[in-house]
């Protein structure tokens, strides 16, 4: 090949052509999506990862090939960029900032004081000194108010990271402590009437219609194969589909360059169906975590994951 070529993926046909007109060899491309007649060719060398995006522009379409989509996540999550986040929100657990200058590490998230491991794989959950269920976000402002110090409105006010901006300290935290969980079954309780009520509400506002398109969390995702565009819709009304999507929130969304939290995918969502604004921390956006996270009870925890 000419100097600088970079590294393709090509069907065998188009691999010889190439040969024919250039010169250079063909060896097979290890990428998932194999299948009868779309086993894709590699030609020439270059960059990793110019290599990987090129190879799936032109894998051939097939129903027998993997998801393009997963193939694309599978290959960002060798170097997850959420790892950035997982690290600064670890270095926000453990020291003493805030009006009261304390560590997180007096905080329970339903394991105990200060126990990390596997806490995300159990919220949202019932807890005694609030009187009320909480998920992970609300948890952490919980405990950033109460042990720290920090103002409860100021955090509430701005949980969500802006386009370019770095991360909010609330969000580096949540990608810390669902990293915890990696490998962790899901498993939300349902112990208390309080945990059965907030699954009821959340399992009933998931299927309400509302708005001025009469839509319902259901019209997307309360069926199998739908998709947006190129964007498959997990079907959340079945325990696999909504293991898909509990078990990877948090995650690094690559179209917006930042760690996005489940709160801020459930407020999308609402957005999305021109619903009025879902409040941060509000018992409606804890009760839809709830109905998913028990319906995806024995699902493998992989957070913070990589997403479009």
Request: net charge positive; hydrophobic share 40%.
């Amino acid at each position: 090949m000419k100097p600088g070529t970079s590294r393709l993926a090509l069907t065998p046909r188009q691999c010889e052509g190439l040969i024919a007109s250039e010169g250079g060899s063909c060896s097979p491309l290890p990428l998932a999506g194999e299948g009868p007649g779309v086993r894709a060719m590699a030609v020439g060398v270059r960059n990793r990862r110019g290599l990987a995006l090129l190879a799936l522009a032109l894998l051939p379409v097939s129903a027998h090939a993997a998801d393009p989509t997963s193939v694309y996540r599978q290959m960002l999550a060798e170097d997850n960029p959420a790892e950035l986040a997982v690290a600064h929100g670890q270095q926000l657990w453990e020291q003493p900032r805030g009006p009261r200058q304390a560590a997180l590490t007096a905080c329970d998230l339903g394991q105990g004081p200060g126990v990390v491991k596997g806490a995300f794989a159990a919220l949202p959950r019932y807890f005694a000194d609030t009187a009320s269920v909480m998920d992970a976000e609300s948890r952490l402002v919980h405990c950033m108010v109460t042990i720290q110090g920090f103002d409860r409105q100021q955090l509430a006010a701005a949980p969500f990271s802006e386009a370019g901006a770095p991360q909010t300290d609330l969000e580096a935290l949540v990608a810390y402590v669902a990293a915890q969980s990696r490998g962790a079954k899901i498993r939300v309780p349902q112990s208390t009437s309080e945990e059965h009520d907030s699954y009821a509400r959340g399992r009933d506002l998931f299927y309400r219609r509302a708005g001025p398109y009469d839509f319902s969390c259901a019209n997307c995702h309360g069926a199998d194969h739908l998709r947006i565009r190129l964007q498959e819709l997990p079907n959340l009304t079945r325990p696999e589909g909504a293991r898909s999507a509990f078990a990877h929130w948090p995650a690094y969304r690559v179209s917006q360059g930042a760690v996005r939290t489940m709160q801020w995918r459930l407020s999308d969502c609402v957005r999305q169906q021109r619903w009025p604004q879902l409040i941060f921390g509000s018992q409606a956006s804890i009760d839809l975590s709830t109905y998913l996270g028990v319906l995806a009870a024995g699902g493998t925890m992989d957070a913070p994951s990589v997403r479009r």
